[in-house]
């Protein structure tokens, strides 16, 4: 396709992203350093995701394509496998569409480059024959982007046999630290499958961009840099909580439930410095009613002040008269402004489900965490937090998978006032520096930012 260019010519790239608040937040934040230095970005999401989410101002453009469900995306298919495949499918017909719409739009800039989540590969192949550059973006860590690599290129054998698991760039892993869709393969077939085909066309992409730092896993990195062109470009956090280089970052920001802002600030407002946990277990994770019920008493018994943020959908699961019965301990709210709140000087500590955003936001923001995985990456985010980064503790499970009251209590404990918390402090000082280290100017991820930039601007 031919390029108009003159002297305002502003690289053009569509960021597209799987419509979910775990991979929108990371592709959102990337858009928002791309426009800081200089390119011009189109945000693109699913028309069925676009009105869900409360958009707040912002000056990256928003556009839609359609996942073929766009009255109720995933929810409304009847499988998992038959809204992937329709999605491929309408996704990437709607995408040349929108591709077409923009370039013969008189006073916008032709696209240049389209940035897509790694779970959408079929979109590589549109910006191929639109013959536009391709850069996959993984909002996973490199090291589960690893483990799938290697499912992929049949190096890993599955089921899983052996009680010790060997791969490059990566600690001695059990079976029970790999991601929940290898361990059990009968769980979700679907995505197991999708998240294999991450790699299908992989060796095609101009560009592999991970939403990690490398800092953080410099041994995978060096690993998988070998393969492919792979830049880390993370942490993908608004910058008014880091190297504060965008101004006015908070005017952006997309959210699929609207936070409970003043109530959470305000209560932490008066509790006194550290004394206060925080839980969450993010957008998706649903909880079986006695992991609720034992979380719940686990949080009681700590004796602690705690903020816990229960999804309506997750809230019929709670002990009968539980918000009443500890109004004097805690504040449960549906949804609340998570990097406010783990900024706050008044939170000590993080129960989380470990999903990547909050993990890199706590190793980010300097909060000490209680690992709670439920399934997907969690499991081996956990076994980084605690064995690696020592930045937490996993909160052992029962045979049946269970975590009980004691375990919640003990760790929390620990960490709150024991001398494993003081360790995993100074370490949690030690990972703020470095995450705000990486973003700042010339920083890891900030010179590979700007390497991308400089090729796309010279493309
Ligand atoms: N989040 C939030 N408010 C909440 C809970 C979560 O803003 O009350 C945000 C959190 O900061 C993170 C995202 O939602 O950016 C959750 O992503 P994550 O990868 O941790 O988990 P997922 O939801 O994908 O399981």
Known sequence: ME?????????????????????????LEFAKRLEHKGVKVTLVTTRSMSKTIHKEASSIALETISDGFDEGGIAHAESIQAYLERFWQV???TLA??????????????????????????????AKKFGLVGA?????????????????????????SEPEILLPGLPTLQPQDMPSLIYDLNTYPAFFDM?????????????????????LEPEVVDWMTEIWPLRTIGPTIPSMYLDKRIEDDKD??????????????????????????YVSFGSLAALNAEQMEELAWGLRMSNSYFLWVVRASEEAKLPKNFVEETSEKGLVVHWCPQLEVL??????CFVTHCGWNSTLEALSLGVPMVAVPQWTDQPTNAKYIMDVWKMGLKAPADEKGLVKREAIENCIREIMEGERGKEILKNAY??????????????????????????????
Not at 147 to 152: D, M, P
Not at 252 to 277: Q, R, T
């Open 343 to 348: 900024t706050h000087e008044a939170v000590g």
């Open 430 to 459: 030690k990972w703020k520096a470095l995450a705000k280290e990486a973003v700042d100017q010339g920083g890891s991820s900030d010179k590979n930012i700007e390497e991308f930039v400089t090729t796309l601007v010279h493309s």
């Open 195 to 215: 998240l294999v085909s991450q790699f299908s066309n992989v060796d095609k992409a101009d560009w592999v961009l991970c939403n990690t730092l490398y800092e």
């Open 91 to 93: 996704g990437s017909q």
């Open 136 to 160: 996959v973006f993984f909002t996973q860590s490199c090291a589960v982007d690893n483990i799938y690599y290697h499912v992929h290129k049949g190096l890993l054998k599955l089921p899983l």
């Open 3 to 27: 390029k108009e260019r003159n002297n305002a010519y502003k690289a053009h790239c569509l960021v597209l992203s799987y419509p979910t608040q775990g991979h929108l937040n990371p592709m």
């Open 97 to 126: 569409e929108l591709l077409e719409k923009l370039s013969s739009s008189i006073s916008g800039n032709p696209v240049d480059c389209i940035v897509y989540d790694a779970f959408l590969p079929w979109a590589l192949d549109v």
């Open 252 to 277: 952006y920001g997309f959210c699929i439930f609207e936070p409970n802002s003043d109530a959470c600030m305000k209560w932490l407002n008066d509790h006194a410095k550290g004394s206060v946990i």
